[in-house]
């Protein structure tokens, strides 16, 4: 199969996407996705995105899937709901200012102020704070949320002086979370309102250069922690600072999220599989 795809990344996060309006690739297998996003055999990719005709009945203008490097589809991908809503702009001048999809995670919306793209992200949920893990036989407090998908969040004194792939992988598989599994996130505190942030993500098995969904849940649990003001910002390991916007009700729960950051285009090939 000739496959025509678009690459992009989001503050580091990487992704083939492809544009599957006519369903032409629906019958691409998890080994196809997971050969795609290999960074010796294919393209390269921690995930792929697929641009596709909303829901029956929906109001929205597509439906967004996205699947891990291992061929695995999940729920949602905060960087690259990013680039799937830059590259979903570029494809017709009908919605310029705003774009909305389905995910399997519920309709999202995205905006584009300056050079940056803002996603409307669903309300977290399942929120665990002071969890005590043993991790390597150490006690542990971690805290959890899903921002779309499951993160558990450890925040450290110095995210450079931790095994993020060892720690990462004891989290990500912990009997605390299974069977599905967490993405595992380690940040240290820069300032009132500022982390930096390391991601282990579930279906790369690996550290990736920045997690959106983890951007927002690191961002809540600091302000969990130490009540830091919305906006709060976030330095991930690609190098970017994102920004999370928030607001919390009466009754305690996050309300009108948002994940702003970069969303850039790279290259645009074909390549058969």
């Known amino acids: 199969m000739e496959i025509h795809f678009t690459k992009m990344n989001g503050a580091g996060n990487d992704f083939v ?28 990719a921690d995930g792929m995105l697929a641009i596709e005709q909303p829901v029956e009945g929906s109001s929205s203008q597509y439906r967004f899937r996205y699947y891990n490097a291992d061929g695995g589809e999940a729920e949602m991908c905060g960087n690259g709901a990013r680039c799937f809503a830059r590259f979903a702009r570029n494809l017709t001048t009908e919605f310029e200012d705003e774009i909305s999809f389905d995910t399997i995670a519920g ?21 665990e704070s002071d969890i005590e893990l ?14 779309g998908v499951p993160h558990v ?3 450290v ?32 505190v820069i300032e009132n309102g500022h982390i ?8 790369v098995e690996g550290e990736t250069l920045a997690c959106g969904t983890g951007v927002v849940a690191n961002a ?3 302000h969990q922690l130490t009540g830091a003001a919305s906006p709060i910002a976030v ?33 645009d090939g074909t390549i058969s599989i």
């Open 17 to 44: 996407v492809i544009d599957n309006r006519s369903g032409i690739y629906d019958d691409l297998t998890k080994e196809q996705i997971e050969r795609l996003c290999d960074r010796h055999r294919g393209v390269g």
């Open 107 to 127: 309709p999202l919306v995205a905006t584009f102020p300056g050079e940056d793209v803002c996603i409307d992200m669903s309300d977290p949920f399942d929120i």
């Open 134 to 147: 043993s991790l390597s036989g150490t006690p542990q407090t971690v805290h959890f949320m899903n921002t």
């Open 153 to 155: 969040v450890l925040p």
């Open 157 to 188: 004194a110095d995210v450079t002086a931790v095994d993020i792939v060892a720690v990462g992988r004891e989290l990500r598989f912990h009997e605390h979370f299974a069977p599905a599994g967490t993405n595992a996130n380690i940040h240290h």
């Open 196 to 203: 930096r942030l390391r991601t282990y993500e579930r279906g």
């Open 220 to 222: 809540l649990v600091h």
């Open 235 to 267: 330095d991930v390991q690609g190098g970017d600072t994102l920004k999370v916007e928030f607001e919390k009700d009466a009754d305690g729960n996050y309300r009108n999220v948002k994940l702003i950051g970069p969303a850039d285009f790279v290259f």
